[in-house]
């Protein structure tokens, strides 16, 4: 399993935690997401999820870093801030406490292609995966997780499909991976609940 491995030329910048303010609304539904296990560790200790934000009204934005999602809880130290992505280059430059997450360029990607999404959430669900993989927009199979080829699949989906509408697609090469977004973190989290709810699927249920 190569599940949290970067795969991208990443630049950091080491820099101080953005101010409290800044990560809170992320915190709030990360926090949720992990209490689901929809962020969160595999047996074997490594990380999987991730969740960001736009910053402002530029294309950077805001994301958990990289190894992070075995955290029970996180702190500003455990958030970076992507500044500019080159997917065609496989490079991202961010700053931060943190290097960000590997799956900063296929959250980029959204806020590239979607002028309206300012929330991202990915997640892991083995059961929910299955049950939506060709059901909803699909990335090709031939796109591992965190690599332009994912980004580029990601393009194709948004300008060929209805998924500026639909705002949720899974990744068929990467199992288990989903991705849902939104104009905030609390859409976003909405339309994971809304295909959560809808499809049946094994695993505990969260509260309505």
């Known amino acids: 399993m190569d599940e949290g491995y970067i795969k991208f030329e990443s630049h950091w910048k080491e820099t101080a935690p953005l101010p409290g303010a ?7 539904w990360r926090q949720r997401l992990y209490e689901m296990s929809l962020i969160g560790a595999y047996d074997n200790g490594v990380g999987y999820g991730n969740i960001s934000r736009r910053y402002g009204k530029t294309r950077q934005f805001i994301i958990s870093g990289s190894a992070t999602g075995n955290l029970a809880e996180l702190t500003a130290s455990h958030y970076a801030l992507v500044t500019r992505v080159e997917a ?3 490079r991202l430059w961010c700053e931060g406490p ?18 309206g999404a300012n929330g991202v959430i990915h997640v892991h669900h083995a059961g929910l995966w299955k049950a939506l993989l060709h ?10 997780y965190g690599s332009p080829e994912m980004a580029a699949s990601i393009v194709r989906l948004i300008r060929e499909t209805r998924l500026k509408e639909q705002k949720i ?9 989903i991705f849902t977004f939104g104009h905030s973190l609390a859409e976003a989290f909405d339309v994971l609940m809304l295909y959560y709810h809808t499809f049946p699927h094994s695993g505990p249920q969260p509260p309505p």
């Not at 800044?22 to 709030?28: G, V, W």
């Not at 960000?100 to 959250?107: K, L, N, Q």
């Not at 059901?135 to 591992?144: D, I, L, M, R």
């Open 135 to 144: 059901n909803v927009p699909t990335t090709g199979k031939e796109a591992p």
């Open 22 to 28: 800044e990560i809170e609304e992320l915190n709030t």
């Open 88 to 90: 065609e280059e496989n």
């Open 98 to 115: 943190v290097v960000a997450s590997s799956e900063s360029m296929s959250h980029a990607a959204i806020y590239q292609e979607c002028s």
């Open 169 to 177: 697609f899974v990744m068929e090469g990467h199992e288990e991976g």
